[in-house]
Every structure is written in C-alpha cells, then in structure tokens.
C-alpha cells in the first residue's frame, strides 16, 4: 500500500512538498520516492499527467524489477490527495 502526501499551495496550486508512505518492497520504496520527486514544484493538473515513462526513464535499469510497483504508485496519484494551508489539513 502506499499513500502519497502532497502540499499544495492554495494559490497557485503548486506542489510545495511531496511524502509518502509504503508497506512494500524496497523497489516500492524506491517508486514512490521518485514519484515525490518528479511532480515537486508541478502544478496538481501537471503531476497527475506525469507519464509512466517518465518514471521509467529516470529509475533506469532498476525498472526491470519494479514495473508493477510503478503501476501502484500510478494508481494512488488521482485517488488520495491530501491538501494543507501552511500546516493545516483542508478536508477535500
């Protein structure tokens, strides 16, 4: 399982900070954290357009063993969104 977190700036909807959680495998792990840092400093709309192959090109040939983490991660992007206002939690 893996639960992305994202800080969103209210105003221009710019992705401050990006975490995240996972029970799984080191190569979950290793997914996860590059999606972090792929949509950092990326609009909402420009994360959730964020291409499979991207994330394939930038983990190189460590993705042979982690093609279905990958899938995983993609899955969690558009469903679970968390949004705070400084350190605030705002209920979607």
Known sequence: MIKLYLKIDPCTEIIENATFESYGCAANIATSSMLTELIKGKSVE??????????????????????????????????????FVGDEEVAL
């Open 46 to 83: 420009e994360a959730r357009k964020i291409a499979f192959q991207e994330v394939v090109d930038d983990l190189g040939e460590f993705m042979e063993e982690i093609v279905s983490n990958i899938m995983e991660v993609f899955g969690t992007l558009p469903v679970k969104v968390r949004i």
